[in-house]
């Protein structure tokens, strides 16, 4: 997509995000987001011109192109990691105002009864959870004595909770709904999970080059967030996107089983309320 008006007469800002393999539509709000507060820094920063790359690419793909200066992306949206904040410039609003870290689990059918006499993180511990190799997720869960199996590739992970190598693939609230609608007709034997809900703080951020370009773009980008922020409508952005999946979670109604994540930067914003979604009181 294209935001040109006046380029002709002055410089403008590029931005490439990543095109990502297979079924995914878990960043199709993100890329909103990102188009939005461009939008919204228009003023102070000139037009720009935004586009997804045309080749997809795998998440180790993505980290390596961004992290060459002649890379076919310039910007990539990820949960937070000590290594990604190390090798780039994190723009350190929460993109999806912390909804990540409300874990909604996919399990398998049979198993419901088992889930449901799950109530505390003791019970929980009996149980394997499933997660991408590397993903930040997993350190979380594993200092917090949660049993953790890495599958190598995204899609084969619900191909691996189907037979059973581990008992539930913990998702963000809306990437749980959204994947089993998806993936239902082809993984059958899958269910949501609908009595528990484990929460740790897990934001997801715009990412840059640390170079001079990644520095302006970084600027812009949080320039843009501020002011969503302040007018509302990155809130209304949320609220359009996620807003029917969070009320079909029936979050209010779960137990929550809350563990701290040793993995986050003290720079994490974690004091500022305004840019975290609470599910418990909708806001």
Same mark, same amino acid.
């Given at each position: 997509?294209?935001? !040109?008006?006046?380029?002709?007469?002055?410089?403008?800002?590029?931005?490439?995000?990543?095109?990502?393999?297979?079924?995914?539509?878990?960043?199709?709000?993100?890329?909103?987001?990102?188009?939005?507060?461009?939008? /919204?820094?228009?003023?102070?920063?000139?037009?720009?011109?935004?586009?997804?790359?045309?080749?997809?690419?795998?998440?180790?793909?993505?980290?390596?192109?961004?992290?060459?200066?002649?890379?076919?992306?310039?910007?990539?949206?990820?949960?937070?990691?000590?290594?990604?904040?190390?090798?780039?410039?994190?723009?350190?609003?929460?993109?999806?105002?912390?909804?990540?870290?409300?874990?909604?689990?996919?399990?398998?059918?049979?198993?419901?009864?088992?889930?449901?006499?799950?109530?505390?993180?003791?019970?929980?511990? /009996?149980?394997?959870?499933?997660?991408?190799?590397?993903?930040?997720?997993?350190?979380?869960?594993?200092?917090?004595?949660?049993?953790?199996?890495?599958?190598?590739?995204?899609?084969?992970?619900?191909?691996?909770?189907?037979?059973?190598?581990?008992?539930?693939?913990?998702?963000?609230?809306?990437?749980?709904?959204?994947?089993?609608?998806?993936?239902?007709?082809?993984?059958?034997k899958l269910a949501i999970e609908?009595?528990? !809900?484990?929460?740790?703080? !897990?934001?997801?951020?715009?990412?840059?080059?640390?170079?001079?370009?990644? /520095?302006?773009?970084?600027?812009?980008?949080?320039?843009?967030?501020?002011?969503?922020?302040?007018?509302?409508?990155?809130?209304?952005?949320?609220?359009?996107?996620?807003?029917?999946?969070?009320?079909?979670?029936?979050?209010?109604?779960?137990?929550?089983?809350?563990?701290?994540?040793p993995t986050l930067s003290p720079?994490?914003?974690?004091?500022?309320?305004?840019?975290?979604?609470?599910?418990?009181?909708?806001?």
């Open positions: 997509m294209l935001c !040109l008006q006046g380029a002709w007469a002055q410089a403008y800002d590029r931005l490439v995000y990543p095109l990502s393999v297979g079924v995914d539509s878990r960043y199709e709000y993100d890329w909103a987001v990102l188009r939005m507060a461009l939008d /919204k820094s228009r003023p102070q920063f000139g037009p720009y011109a935004l586009h997804q790359a045309t080749t997809s690419m795998s998440p180790a793909r993505i980290t390596q192109e961004l992290l060459m200066p002649t890379g076919h992306i310039n910007v990539l949206v990820r949960a937070t990691a000590p290594e990604l904040e190390r090798q780039f410039l994190p723009v350190r609003i929460p993109v999806d105002r912390g909804l990540l870290g409300y874990r909604v689990f996919l399990v398998r059918r049979d198993d419901l009864p088992r889930f449901a006499a799950v109530h505390t993180l003791d019970d929980l511990r /009996k149980l394997r959870a499933g997660l991408g190799k590397d993903w930040i997720d997993v350190p979380v869960l594993r200092a917090a004595g949660l049993p953790t199996e890495e599958g190598s590739a995204y899609e084969g992970l619900f191909s691996m909770l189907e037979a059973g190598r581990f008992d539930y693939f913990s998702r963000g609230t809306d990437e749980a709904l959204r994947e089993y609608d998806e993936r239902r007709a082809s993984h059958p609908p009595t528990l !809900l484990l929460h740790y703080p !897990l934001p997801r951020y715009f990412f840059l080059r640390r170079d001079a370009e990644g /520095k302006r773009l970084a600027a812009r980008i949080e320039a843009g967030l501020e002011s969503m922020v302040r007018d509302g409508s990155l809130n209304t952005l949320f609220q359009r996107y996620k807003g029917a999946t969070i009320a079909a979670a029936n979050l209010k109604q779960r137990r929550v089983l809350t563990i701290p994540n720079h994490t914003p974690l004091a500022r309320s305004e840019l975290w979604f609470d599910p418990f009181n909708g806001k």
